[in-house]
């Protein structure tokens, strides 16, 4: 599935029963990365909730989420990850940057158009939540105010052909973090590795 020096991110719609479909696609992948029979891996959590594979594919660093309709997972041999996915949905994005975010994040959201914003919001809100899932606390201890480094333009514009690139976060931990393409669909999707700087990602859209 992967080589040396990459994060496996697979993610996709799915009808219904979302976090039963993360947890199969998390047992897949990590069948095949590992090139151990499936029925031989299980899924176990640490004090913190984090997800944790047992078995041959015990030394994956794994991290799983859902959304209505949508579930995304990720795996790497190298260093803890996070990820997620997050269904676009009307909010007051605004608002809640103000009450949430770091001041930055807030004023930047404010700078936008406002049909722009609810998915501004979400472009920071699974940033965050990636992070904080591959430091092993999600959204406390700081979470929400992580800093983020502001895109030049809105919405970023990748160049064509170009594979998305983990990026590293300003406050110099080693920690890197990216929205990955989820085409026309409603969803945001992102995922963060805490020594991403030169690895690749590996991204796949399942199947229903």
Do not use: N
């Not at 992967?2 to 719609?13: C, D, N």
């Amino acid at each position: 599935m992967t080589g040396p020096g990459a994060v496996t991110v697979l993610w996709g719609p799915v009808a219904s029963g979302e976090r039963g479909a993360a947890h199969a696609t998390l047992l897949r992948a990590a069948a095949e990365l590992s090139g151990s029979p499936r029925r031989s891996i299980g899924i176990d959590y640490d004090a913190g909730g984090r997800p944790r594979l047992t078995g041959p594919a015990s030394d994956l660093h794994v991290s799983v989420s859902h959304s209505p309709g949508a579930r995304a997972v990720a795996l790497s041999p190298h260093a803890p990850v996070g990820v997620d996915v997050e269904t676009v949905r009307p909010l007051p994005a605004l608002r809640m940057a103000r009450r949430w975010f770091a001041p930055a994040d807030a004023d930047w959201l404010a700078g936008l158009p406002r049909p722009e914003r609810v998915r501004a919001f979400y472009w920071l809100w699974t940033q965050k939540e990636a992070v904080g899932k591959a430091r092993g606390h999600g959204l406390a201890a700081g979470g929400l105010t992580q800093c983020l480094q502001a895109p030049a333009h809105w919405p970023p514009r990748p160049r064509p052909g170009e594979p998305p690139a983990l990026a590293p976060l300003p406050d110099g931990t080693g920690a890197a973090c990216a929205v990955l393409p989820t085409g026309p669909r409603p969803h945001v999707l992102a995922v963060a590795c805490l020594d991403g700087a030169d690895l690749r990602i590996d991204l796949r859209l399942c199947a229903r």
